[in-house]
């Protein structure tokens, strides 16, 4: 198997597995309860908490766990335009986000906010000049996503944070989610107010995940109910998904450290080897792109077609974003690109992990080579 499906989900370290299972066993108790048991459960919470704080360089109390990425935006671009819409309702993001990122705010628009969608160039980028000049006096929120989900493409995050620095009284969120463990964001020395962060895509487990507050930053919560997690997000805290979760965190970033150059390396074949190919187009820019993205269009071939034929070879690649993968159409992400609605309809997504090797990148684009061959001959 040559998996390459890792932006949609990745394969759980066995640790994390392990420590999951453990935790679940041994610490099962809600560690809101006030018996003995759900003191040990609030213990190993708090000791989570306060790994995963280290690992990212924040105080713990900071840390807010959340179901994922979905929630973690929602949370933070809801949570900060209800809470301060009394100095204003001008929110700021990109027409390229993620669609919980997008989607939150249409939603706001639909209650009154105003929203600036930034476009991007060809290479998926914002101008800096854009949104200088899109920044007005009732401008309570900035939401940028780091590494964009289809393409790869890095979103100049620091000077943004430069930017914003002169404009104290605005909110800077970033959609990490595709970044942790690949690109680096020092959330303190960015000036960044709220991070996402999913465990999912760090080889933890589905349904973890973190959000970044800066202390300092109040934000209305989107859940009622409970106390729990600074008051920021009500409900019982999945105590052993956490825990797995700080492990994953800290083991990624330790890979990190040692195999990202031979990740950029695969990449850089992998793109090499793909524009050779005839009627394919390769959609990730050469620079400031993530070093796991790789988005290309085979003209003339609908993806979904393509797709089932490398499954049955046993190589796994996507279209899109996982969670927009199965409403079918053009990308909105290659269209507002400006990269027309051909690239946009026949787009693939394959996105590696440290665990892949140079071996299988080999082996998938040889498998590839045929299969688009295979395609063109019977479309003769």
């Given at each position: 198997?040559?998996?390459?499906?890792?932006?949609?989900?990745?394969?759980?370290?066995?640790?994390?597995?392990?420590?999951?299972?453990?935790?679940?066993?041994?610490?099962?108790?809600?560690?809101?309860?006030?018996?003995?048991?759900?003191?040990?459960?609030?213990?190993?919470?708090?000791?989570?908490?306060?790994?995963?704080?280290?690992?990212?360089?924040?105080?713990?109390?900071?840390?807010?766990?959340?179901?994922?990425?979905?929630?973690?935006?929602?949370?933070?671009?809801?949570?900060?335009?209800?809470?301060?819409q009394n100095r204003?309702?001008?929110?700021?993001?990109?027409?390229?986000?993620?669609a919980s990122s997008?989607?939150?705010?249409?939603?706001?628009?639909?209650?009154?906010?105003?929203?600036?969608?930034?476009?991007?160039?060809?290479?998926?980028?914002?101008?800096?000049?854009?949104?200088?000049?899109?920044?007005?006096?009732?401008?309570?929120?900035?939401?940028?996503?780091?590494?964009?989900?289809?393409?790869?493409?890095?979103?100049?995050?620091?000077?943004?944070?430069?930017?914003?620095?002169?404009?104290?009284?605005?909110?800077?969120?970033?959609?990490?989610?595709?970044?942790?463990?690949?690109?680096?964001?020092?959330?303190?020395?960015?000036?960044?107010?709220?991070?996402?962060?999913?465990?999912?895509?760090?080889?933890?487990?589905?349904?973890?995940?973190?959000?970044?507050?800066?202390?300092?930053?109040?934000?209305?919560?989107?859940?009622?109910?409970?106390?729990?997690?600074?008051?920021?997000?009500?409900?019982?805290?999945?105590?052993?998904?956490?825990?797995?979760?700080?492990?994953?965190?800290?083991?990624?970033?330790?890979?990190?450290?040692?195999?990202?150059?031979?990740?950029?390396?695969?990449?850089?074949?992998?793109?090499?080897?793909?524009?050779?190919?005839?009627?394919?187009?390769?959609?990730?820019?050469?620079?400031?792109?993530?070093?796991?993205?790789?988005?290309?269009?085979?003209?003339?071939?609908?993806?979904?077609?393509?797709?089932?034929?490398?499954?049955?070879?046993?190589?796994?690649?996507?279209?899109?974003?996982?969670?927009?993968?199965?409403?079918?159409?053009?990308?909105?992400?290659?269209?507002?690109?400006?990269?027309?609605?051909?690239?946009?309809?026949?787009?693939?997504?394959?996105?590696?992990?440290?665990?892949?090797?140079?071996?299988?990148?080999?082996?998938?684009?040889a498998i590839l080579?045929?299969?688009?061959?295979?395609?063109?001959?019977?479309?003769?």
């Amino acid at each position: 198997m040559i998996y390459l499906d890792n932006s949609a989900t990745t394969k759980p370290y066995k640790d994390v597995l392990d420590t999951f299972v453990t935790v679940s066993e041994k610490y099962f108790a809600n560690p809101s309860s006030l018996h003995s048991k759900g003191g040990e459960a609030e213990k190993l919470l708090g000791q989570a908490r306060k790994s995963i704080a280290q690992l990212l360089e924040v105080a713990p109390s900071e840390v807010i766990f959340t179901s994922g990425g979905t929630e973690g935006n929602n949370i933070a671009i809801k949570g900060i335009a209800f809470q301060h819409q009394n100095r204003g309702k001008h929110l700021i993001t990109t027409s390229v986000e993620h669609a919980s990122s997008f989607e939150s705010f249409q939603y706001l628009e639909s209650k009154g906010f105003e929203v600036t969608y930034l476009p991007v160039n060809h290479e998926g980028l914002i101008s800096i000049e854009d949104l200088e000049r899109e920044i007005r006096p009732d401008t309570i929120l900035v939401s940028i996503i780091h590494v964009n989900n289809e393409t790869g493409t890095i979103q100049p995050i620091e000077q943004i944070g430069k930017i914003l620095k002169q404009h104290r009284k605005i909110f800077f969120h970033v959609d990490n989610v595709q970044g942790v463990g690949k690109v680096e964001l020092p959330l303190k020395e960015w000036v960044i107010d709220l991070c996402t962060i999913s465990a999912h895509k760090i080889h933890g487990l589905k349904g973890n995940g973190v959000l970044f507050v800066k202390n300092g930053v109040s934000l209305s919560s989107l859940f009622t109910g409970g106390e729990q997690e600074l008051k920021k997000r009500a409900g019982t805290e999945n105590v052993a998904g956490i825990v797995a979760m700080a492990k994953a965190l800290r083991l990624i970033l330790l890979e990190m450290q040692d195999k990202k150059k031979n990740l950029l390396k695969i990449k850089q074949f992998m793109l090499e080897e793909l524009r050779k190919l005839k009627g394919v187009e390769v959609n990730t820019p050469e620079n400031h792109s993530a070093p796991h993205i790789i988005n290309f269009s085979v003209l003339g071939i609908k993806p979904e077609v393509l797709i089932h034929s490398l499954d049955k070879r046993d190589v796994y690649v996507s279209t899109r974003s996982a969670c927009s993968s199965k409403q079918g159409g053009s990308s909105r992400i290659l269209i507002e690109m400006g990269l027309g609605e051909q690239r946009a309809s026949t787009a693939i997504r394959m996105s590696t992990s440290y665990e892949n090797t140079m071996e299988e990148a080999t082996r998938a684009l040889a498998i590839l080579k045929e299969e688009i061959i295979n395609f063109k001959k019977v479309m003769r």
